[in-house]
């Protein structure tokens, strides 16, 4: 009988940790990261649709969100200072992550490879979805920039503004609505978001 190793691949995300060269206050692994990555992808879908009269799939947006990050089991997390230091590194990389993903859809079996090769590889007709899910992965770093200055830690302040620059130049109206609606209260303590209900 065949064994297959996807799944249990899938489980290795947890071991994973992002912010390898910054002092982070906690680690974040990969596999926290595509759960908030995920349900940031879905709330920006359903504020594209609710308020701006899209009609995307909420729930495509999180899965893929939920696998944007799977090669990362393979490859580890490359910082983005390095990933984006040039052009031949961020191509080279691309196609690493590329390889890194077919390995994954090759632990599959054949009946199921091609549903997750529109996960792993996303080739999506609306290119607005995969538009916010990138968007959905630059608001969690974001986030986890804020969460370590509300612990005191100075470390993510550079990251932060470039975030934030990358975000501005992105110029989708459903991340400027969350950041309006939901961002504040990431900068607030337990207690002060109790007493806002």
């Given at each position: 009988m065949s064994s297959y190793?996807?799944?249990a691949m899938m489980s290795r995300m947890k071991y994973i940790n992002r912010w390898s060269l910054m002092n982070n206050t906690r680690q974040e692994n990969i596999s926290e990261h595509s759960l908030t990555v995920a349900m940031l992808a879905h709330a920006l879908t359903?504020?594209?649709?609710?308020r701006l009269g899209s009609q995307l799939d909420a729930e495509h947006a999180a899965v893929i969100a939920m696998f944007h990050d799977c090669s990362e089991i393979i490859t580890g997390d490359?910082?983005?200072?390095?990933?984006?230091s040039?052009?031949?590194?961020?191509n080279a990389y691309k196609d690493i992550e590329r390889e890194a993903?077919?390995?994954?859809?090759s632990s599959l079996p054949d009946d199921l490879r091609q549903e997750y090769q529109e996960l792993l590889l996303p080739q999506e007709e609306d290119p607005r979805l995969l538009r916010l899910v990138k968007a959905a992965d630059k608001l969690s770093a974001l986030?986890?920039?804020?969460?370590?200055?509300?612990?005191?830690?100075?470390?993510?302040?550079?990251?932060?503004?470039?975030i934030?620059?990358?975000?501005?130049?992105?110029?989708?109206?459903?991340?400027?609505?969350?950041?309006?609606d939901f961002l504040p209260s990431?900068?607030?303590?337990?207690?002060?978001?109790?007493?806002a209900l």
């Open positions: 190793h996807f799944f359903v504020i594209s649709n609710r490359l910082p983005t200072p390095i990933k984006y040039s052009k031949t590194l961020r993903s077919e390995h994954l859809l986030i986890k920039c804020i969460e370590e200055e509300q612990m005191g830690n100075t470390e993510f302040g550079k990251a932060k503004g470039e934030l620059a990358g975000l501005e130049r992105m110029q989708l109206e459903e991340v400027r609505i969350f950041m309006e990431y900068s607030l303590s337990l207690d002060e978001q109790n007493l």
